[in-house]
T-cell receptor, first 117, second 113 residues
Framework: AQKVTQAQTEISVVEKEDVTLDCVYE???????LFWYKQPPSGELVFLIRRNSFDEQNEISGRYSWNFQKSTSSFNFTITASQVVDSAVYFC??????????????FGSGTRLQVQP | GAGVSQSPRYKVAKRGQDVALRCDPISGHVSLFWYQQALGQGPEFLTYFQNEAQLDKSGLPSDRFFAERPEGSVSTLKIQRTQQEDSAVYLC???????????FGEGSRLTVL
């Protein structure tokens, strides 16, 4: 069974602070994908990143960076110089990589990030 | 628009009523998923279509839930004899190919009184 744990329910920071959102996962699959999604108040889940389990290189995209550590089953997400527009609920998710017809994402419970001006 | 469209955005139903939620995926997208998101929780998988074939319905919580995608595009999630525990946001997502990125709609918020 797959499981994703986001232990931080809510984080509040002041604008321009850096913030890291934690994600720990469990899976028996040897190949899998990890994701981060952003859910603003409008409700639509916005895709941020997908990582293959074979690719442990960290990734940076503008103010966003991701740290994938297979040894600790973690896929943490850091926002540098946070902005008010970053306020949202962020979800980490996991799916198997092989196509068996079921490619459902298993989501964590989410971390609500509030960035205060 | 070019995104995934869901309707209605909000639905209030009396307990025992049947409801139907519609999803218009992005044109040409092969894969379509339905998820259920309870308040304060992450989305939970309900069912998956590849074109018109429903390949996985293991997440449907009971036989009161039924989904279809008869022509491989628009999908409808039907809930019969709604119960209060069915209150949630129902999210639809589509993908251009089997292993592609998922694009989510804004969801249909169902409240059962």
């Amino acid at each position: 069974a797959q499981k994703v744990t986001q232990a931080q329910t809510e984080i509040s920071v002041v604008e321009k602070e850096d913030v890291t959102l934690d994600c720990v996962y469990e899976t028996r699959d040897t190949t899998y994908y990890l994701f981060w999604y952003k859910q603003p108040p409008s409700g639509e889940l916005v895709f941020l990143i997908r990582r293959n389990s074979f690719d442990e290189q960290n990734e940076i995209s503008g103010r966003y960076s991701w740290n994938f550590q297979k040894s600790t089953s973690s896929f943490n997400f850091t926002i540098t110089a946070s902005q008010v527009v970053d306020s949202a609920v962020y979800f980490c998710a996991l799916s198997e990589a092989s196509d068996t017809g079921r490619r459902a994402l298993t989501f964590g419970s989410g971390t609500r990030l509030q960035v205060q001006p | 628009g070019a995104g995934v469209s869901q309707s209605p955005r909000y639905k209030v139903a009396k307990r025992g009523q049947d409801v139907a939620l519609r999803c218009d995926p992005i044109s040409g997208h092969v894969s379509l998923f339905w998820y259920q998101q309870a308040l304060g929780q992450g989305p939970e998988f309900l069912t998956y279509f590849q074109n018109e074939a429903q390949l996985d319905k293991s997440g449907l919580p009971s036989d009161r839930f039924f989904a279809e995608r008869p022509e491989g595009s628009v999908s409808t999630l039907k809930i019969q004899r709604t119960q209060q525990e069915d209150s949630a946001v129902y999210l639809c997502a589509s993908s251009p190919w089997v292993s592609g990125e998922l694009f989510f709609g804004e969801g249909s918020r169902l409240t059962v009184l």
